[in-house]
């Protein structure tokens, strides 16, 4: 029988490494398998928040499970967690409905955990045998290997039919072929060069185009019928060979990235269609870009500057540092918000381009102001004004001119920071 270490061996992970946590509260009629089903960043925001506590500060990942029945364990996710002591938790407890860490004698602590791809064909079809220990729900993984409840059931082979292959036949009579397939994706290509994914084991944000396409982030979002995965900005997965790499440096290897998508209709798809190849050629500080199998071609050095085109890399960044919210306002909506740079990409370098301290999230509103020099901010977040800007307008904007302020600052936004306010000072 095999056993939940061997899987994470198998990925290239140590179970020293390694976290289990057993959701499994419930308040006020929910569950964490509710969230998980019903409201996937609810349950995000939940596992996120928890208790300053040796199993969740010592171990680089989390293998997150919940129950689905009394006695039920099953797999949810991979997850690279941080503690992020500077993040206030200003939301309530997506599941109870009061405030995070009600009744508890000790604050809680946000903890920044970001899905990884690793694992990830068992998400919602693995289940392991916790043991006796039902109340215990954190554990090390390897002083416990748990065993796979009833052995692995393994992937239909690639040959079998696909949940997408109604999505495929669509999308052939729009101009796409086949070209190769895998366990987890089928590769198609268009006519005209474009390369996209399906998902083959699930109808969710089945459909993933090119990474670059951020650049037209809000045509994609005004287009009826079609619909980006909240859940996450892109989409990682290592068998997309025609797509840029993505890759964190906290991470041995590197992966792949692109946008997940749904059409409701055919319709919708074809309005999306003829949208991606209207905007195949993007224009860039860098030049115009081809997406499209060409990508490959360039060489390394131009492929990871690019692949910041639209801000996407720089974006994923930024959210991530933010907790995809403006560092402002707080507003979470994702079609509103900004991927700043401090320092313009004009007055850049290459290197201070793709670094993310020299950027903040912001709302749109709030990034044209920015962006113009009219507003700025102090080493320590506090808001500064352009003489040009009536602090009446701000507080029409909703923006308290007196109060407002951004909080989780590095030391090394500082060096950008400076030079914003220098600019503010000369217009």
């Known amino acids: 029988m095999r056993t939940f270490n061997q899987l994470l061996r198998g990925a290239g992970i140590h179970p020293a490494e390694v976290s289990l946590l057993r959701h499994q509260t419930e308040r006020g009629g929910r569950t964490p398998n509710w969230l998980w089903e019903n409201d996937r960043e609810g349950f995000y925001r939940y596992q996120s928040t928890q208790l300053d506590r040796p199993v969740f500060r010592n171990s680089r990942y989390w293998a997150s499970f919940v129950s689905p029945s009394k006695h039920q364990?099953?797999?949810?996710?991979?997850?690279?967690?941080?503690?992020?002591?500077?993040?206030?938790?200003?939301?309530?407890?997506?599941?109870g409905g009061g405030p995070v860490g009600d009744g508890k004698d000790k604050p809680y602590l946000y903890y920044q955990c970001t899905p990884i791809p690793q694992l990830s064909e068992w998400i919602g079809r693995l289940k392991i045998e916790?043991?006796?220990?039902?109340?215990?729900?954190?554990?090390?993984?390897?002083?416990?290997?748990?065993?796979i409840a009833g052995g692995v059931q393994r992937r239909a082979p690639a040959s079998a039919p696909n949940a997408n292959s109604a999505l495929a036949k669509t999308l052939s009579?729009?101009?796409?072929?086949?070209?190769?397939?895998?366990?987890?994706?089928?590769?198609?290509?268009?006519a005209a060069g474009m390369i996209a994914y399906l998902k083959n084991d699930t109808t969710r944000y089945p459909m993933v185009i090119h990474p670059w396409y951020d650049a037209i982030a809000d045509r994609l979002h005004s287009l009826p019928g079609v619909a980006r995965d909240p859940d996450r900005v892109f989409y990682i997965n290592s068998n997309m060979s025609a797509f840029p790499v993505y890759q964190d440096p906290s991470r041995a290897t590197s992966s792949r990235y692109g946008i997940a998508l749904e059409a409701k209709d055919a319709a919708s798809l074809g309005r999306l269609i003829l949208l991606l190849e209207r905007y195949r050629t993007i224009s860039t500080p860098s030049g115009d870009v081809i997406v499209g199998a060409g990508d490959n071609g360039t060489t390394e050095r131009a492929s990871y500057r690019l692949a910041r085109i639209g801000q996407g890399k720089f974006r994923l960044d930024l959210n991530q540092a933010w907790n995809w919210r403006c560092a402002l306002t707080g507003i979470e909506l994702?079609?509103?918000?900004?991927?700043?740079?401090?320092?313009?990409?004009?007055?850049?370098?290459?290197?201070?381009?793709?670094?993310?301290?020299?950027?903040?999230?912001?709302?749109a509103h709030v990034d044209a102001l920015f962006d113009?020099?009219?507003?700025s901010f102090s080493d320590e977040g506090r808001l500064l004004l352009s003489a040009r800007l009536s602090e009446t307008l701000l507080r029409?904007?909703?923006?308290?001119?007196v109060n407002a302020r951004i909080s989780g600052l590095d030391a090394r936004h500082r060096v950008y920071l400076a030079h914003h306010r220098a600019r503010m000072q000369l217009l």
Not at 372 to 375: A, D, E, G, S
């Open 396 to 401: 029409r904007l909703a923006i308290d001119p």
């Open 130 to 147: 916790w043991g006796n220990a039902q109340r215990q729900w954190t554990q090390y993984a390897a002083n416990d290997d748990k065993s």
């Open 334 to 363: 994702q079609e509103l918000l900004r991927a700043s740079h401090i320092k313009s990409w004009g007055d850049s370098d290459d290197g201070e381009r793709l670094d993310p301290f020299n950027g903040l999230l912001l709302a």
């Open 372 to 375: 113009r020099h009219l507003i």
């Open 73 to 95: 364990t099953l797999f949810v996710g991979l997850f690279e967690c941080a503690v992020r002591p500077d993040v206030v938790i200003d939301w309530d407890d997506p599941l």
């Open 173 to 190: 009579l729009l101009g796409f072929e086949t070209r190769h397939r895998t366990q987890k994706l089928t590769m198609l290509e268009h």
